[in-house]
């Protein structure tokens, strides 16, 4: 038994070790490329990030695209499974294969669908009450038509997610509980089944924050200029600071993921005290 174990710690090694590889040598490359100058060490890269015309501008948007498209997912995606749950479990199927449906469809012809529609509107919307939301829907200034991109891309990883929280969970009998106790229904879901799908949530919400911050087809297409395209362009022309700004957004993912961890582990902590 003693063998066993020390056979699988070194495997486990073995195995972190090269994840570690896998994933930090291209990371210290790109490191190493953009400070590496002719001179020495250079970090104008970096420094000259905050300066460059549009980063803040695409990061701000990226942000609020992420923030918004997390919101509506969740606020779209939680009451349609917990309805579904606890009223009609037979529709569960046709609910997974709709959240599904995206995973078939390339971002590209997504886009195309889009476009096709956009295009369609001011032509046969134009004396409707429609037309300014189809012009509102394509502000530049904050563009919804990539919120609901976005939320069609993370439909089947935001589903995946909270299913699993889901079947971990008795929803019904949480539910009859709390009624029973007196609890009205928004109160029953609000204090008892939000609280026991917080982990859920979370995955949910890391999975559709991660698809929105690196996503560069639909934006793209569409002609807007989040992040991910403002890095695509810089990198035409300095290769150093998209490089720099790779690796910048890299560790933003990697700090916003944690805040939320550690925001999801507070409450975990609060709640057990």
Known sequence: MAQLI?????WRGAVL???GVYFLVPMAASVWFSVNDVNGIDFDAYTGLL???GFTESLVLTLELAAVTVVVLLLLLVPAMIAVRLGSPRLRPVLEVVC???LVV????????LIGVLRWGPDHLMDTPFFQTMVFVQQPEFPLVLVIAYVLMSL????????AGLRAVDVRTLVEAARNCGASWPRAV?????????????????LTLALVLGEFTAAS??????FSVWIYSVGNSQGQMSVAVSVLSLLITWVLLLLLAAAGRERRTTAAS
């Open 6 to 10: 020390s056979r699988l710690r070194v």
């Open 17 to 19: 070790l090269l994840a």
């Open 51 to 53: 300066s460059a015309p």
């Open 100 to 102: 599904a449906l995206p």
């Open 106 to 113: 390339p971002p590209v012809a997504l886009t195309a669908g």
């Open 156 to 163: 089947p990883l935001a589903h995946r997610a909270l299913d």
């Open 190 to 206: 609000f204090s008892v089944i939000l609280p026991n799908l917080r982990g859920a949530l979370l995955n949910a919400s890391f």
């Open 221 to 226: 297409i569409l002609g807007y200029q989040p």
